[in-house]
T-cell receptor, first 112, second 110 residues
């Protein structure tokens, strides 16, 4: 039973446009959410995170939105660049010290 | 800082063989984790450690063992390799709420 779901396996966007990656979760005890980016043959790289006490966090071209009532978060990338092409994983954690629960990932392709 | 390093990068094992996947971090983090990632899937937790001398099972611990004798090192041991253990293995360490991952070890069991 998946606690973190990324329902879109892939997303294709043109360079300069907005990329929106979505993530849903089922466990209301999650209080911290992260997005990781992964290139082939590399480990996941931390991108951006958000605490459950916030509804938005921004870092340059990347913004994460959290809707706790809907148990939904999204990652916006504006403007998208070809170098953003990678697999994006949504992850969640509950109590401090527990491991991250990952979604299956969304493959983003940005074409020039 | 090198961050989290893992060796080897790739290994082929025969069924029944054993091996140790090495993981080292130089950030003095107390928390360390081992995950595996199967094709098309997210990462699943195998074992974790909250500090030297303390380890605990994750979601998929069967067939694996770990030890944590120092803060820096967190090796993962496969005793009797099985084809189901073919996967990519990632080690991570944690600072506050963020985990930092190594480059991974790709393991093929034939």
């Amino acid at each position: 039973d998946q606690q973190v779901k990324q329902n879109s396996p892939s997303l294709s966007v043109q360079e300069g446009r907005i990329s929106i990656l979505n993530c849903d979760y089922t466990n209301s005890m999650f209080d911290y959410f992260l997005w990781y980016k992964k290139y082939p043959a590399e480990g996941p790289t931390f991108l951006i995170s958000i605490s459950s006490i916030k509804d938005k966090n921004e870092d340059g071209r990347f913004t994460v939105f959290l809707n706790k009532s809907a148990k939904h978060l999204s990652l916006h990338i504006v403007p998208s660049q070809p170098g953003d092409s990678a697999v994006y994983f949504c992850a969640a954690s509950g109590q401090a010290g527990t491991a991250l629960i990952f979604g299956k990932g969304t493959t983003l392709s940005v074409s020039s | 800082n090198a961050g989290v390093t893992q060796t080897p990068k790739f290994r082929i094992l025969k069924i029944g063989q054993s091996m140790t996947l090495q993981c080292t971090q130089d950030m003095n983090h107390n928390y360390m984790y081992w995950y595996r990632q199967d094709p098309g899937m997210g990462l699943k937790l195998i074992y974790y450690s909250v500090g030297a001398g303390i380890t605990d099972k994750g979601e998929v611990p069967n067939g694996y063992n770990v030890s944590r004798s120092t803060t820096e090192d967190f090796p993962l041991r496969l005793e009797l390799a099985a084809p189901s253990q073919t996967s990519v293995y990632f080690c991570a360490s944690r600072a506050q709420e963020t985990q930092y991952f190594g480059p991974g070890t790709r393991l093929l069991v034939l």
